[in-house]
């Protein structure tokens, strides 16, 4: 059985929110109920990628959203504990071809995460990919990843590493670049969509890692992802691979950037990603 | 007299946001009102870099603000109108060393600009810049772009064109890349601060006319910047030029990305920039 196609698929799992009433408030206000998954659980709390794309989700389930998905930021407020936590999710504004949103998880009534998402109905117009994918053996030529016990969000994707795998010994020899490339889906495979295109947008381990071979401390603190494709596109990848790859830019008193892109077989842009990342040492 | 030390200077005065009440609310909610400048006026409304600073403005002007900014992502809902606006500021989460801030700013009652700020306290780390500064003559050494009578905010900034200038005639020739690069500063020279830096990051005209030598109707969406740098770093820059470079990734059926970076003449970079822009046809 193809489990793309079935409803028990971990990320469809938990990806499931339920809202707290049947229809928005006056102000639009809709709020949903949510709770961590242990399938995609990270050292600490879920996988950040799993909270943006619930985040997305609630928008997504927002029966007044127009269009699709084209920009999103989340910011990680705080470390999520793992259980119940809910999520509000507002329209601030909404024209004739492009909405914006405003969305708040919360955990025990604490702010624990915030999003802007830009929905839009796009429209055929000139278009053009100034980005090149890199060149890359394909991914059955490739050994996935080793399983590693932990944390467990990692058996949640089939890695197949191009370059920058994740440092074999921590032995803090620096790296000379941080630039990591690999071919990712999730495992076991699920059809495209927004929220697993997002989530995926977070995939890379922290670029610091890699540059330094030290396990310091890290967190994601901002986290966005422009959509270069709609519902449609993401549908022709099916549950194949998509091209992945991320290097950062600076590391200075705390703070470095990472910036990424992920790519359909046949070279098409479907996301470009960016993010701030916390570290300690 | 150096304009840079008076408080005479119009992006200063652009800058000038009045807080409703003495100290915010309970729920930490500042109002501020404030006032489109003239002196940014774009084709339409103000200039975008200008109304994403005053929203950084709210929030250090905010009492209880910690830290510096380090990302911001703001979100442009509506076309702003000349004259008034208020701009509504709240931290959604203090942590011991970050700090969650949301911005809403409103014009006659309806949303016009949302934006997510995270403000930090940084520390000594390891640090390293993956990023290369570009090669290029010196700005002394390059003229600055000719004054145009229209849109105003132009005159507002010393641009010296390296790579990608705007095209002089809009007949539509396609070209190869939508790479920018120039040398730029407020005018008159201002001394740089965070509010300064994060106007300078919208500072690139249209990817899409570049590339086009076409004049679409185009706006941001969704702006943010990363601070690779804190007050000290900037300090150092005084009225100095930065070098600024952009590109774009995909344009796609009304959509396309840029990214950025702003570096000071010594090769530090400063802010890495991205955005996501709608343009018509």
Redesign the interface.
């Known amino acids: 059985m193809d489990a793309s196609t079935t409803e028990s698929h971990p990320f469809d799992r938990a990806m499931a929110l339920a809202p707290q009433t049947p229809a928005p408030g006056a102000d639009g206000m809709l709020r949903l109920d949510g709770r961590t998954s242990a399938d995609y659980a990270n050292m600490v709390g879920p996988y950040g990628g799993i909270t943006a794309a619930q985040a997305l989700q609630a928008v997504l389930l927002h029966p007044a959203r127009l269009g699709e998905p084209?920009?999103f930021?989340g910011?990680f407020?705080?470390a999520l504990a793992d259980g119940d936590f809910c999520v509000d999710v507002q329209p601030?504004?909404t024209?004739r071809s492009?909405q914006?949103w405003?969305v708040?998880t919360r955990q025990a009534g604490?702010?624990?995460f915030?999003?802007?998402v830009?929905t839009?109905r796009?429209?055929?117009?000139?278009?053009?990919?100034?980005?090149r994918m890199p060149t890359a053996p394909p991914p059955d030529e490739l050994p996935p990843m080793p399983p590693l016990p932990h944390p467990r969000w990692l058996a949640r994707y089939d890695m197949r590493w191009i370059e920058g795998a994740m440092p074999r010994t921590w032995d803090g020899t620096e790296h000379p670049?941080?630039l990591t490339r690999l071919w990712v889906r999730d495992a076991p495979p699920r059809r495209l969509d927004f929220p697993g295109l997002l989530a995926l947008c977070d995939v890379f381990y922290p670029r610091v890692w890699l540059?330094?071979a030290t396990l310091t401390p890290i967190g994601t603190?901002?986290f966005?992802v422009?959509f270069?494709?709609?519902a449609e596109d993401l549908a022709v990848v099916g549950t194949g691979h998509l091209l992945a790859e991320a290097?950062?830019?600076?590391?200075?008193?705390?703070?470095f950037?990472q910036?990424g892109?992920l790519w359909r077989r046949d070279r098409t842009?479907l996301a470009?990603t960016?993010q701030?990342v916390?570290?300690?040492?």
């Open positions: 084209v920009a930021t910011n407020a705080a601030a504004r024209n492009t914006h405003l708040t604490a702010v624990v915030t999003a802007t830009v839009a796009r429209r055929d117009t000139w278009g053009a990919t100034d980005a670049d941080s540059r330094r603190v901002s966005t422009y270069h494709a709609g290097r950062a830019q600076r590391f200075h008193q705390g703070y950037d910036s892109a842009l470009t960016h701030l916390y570290y300690r040492e």
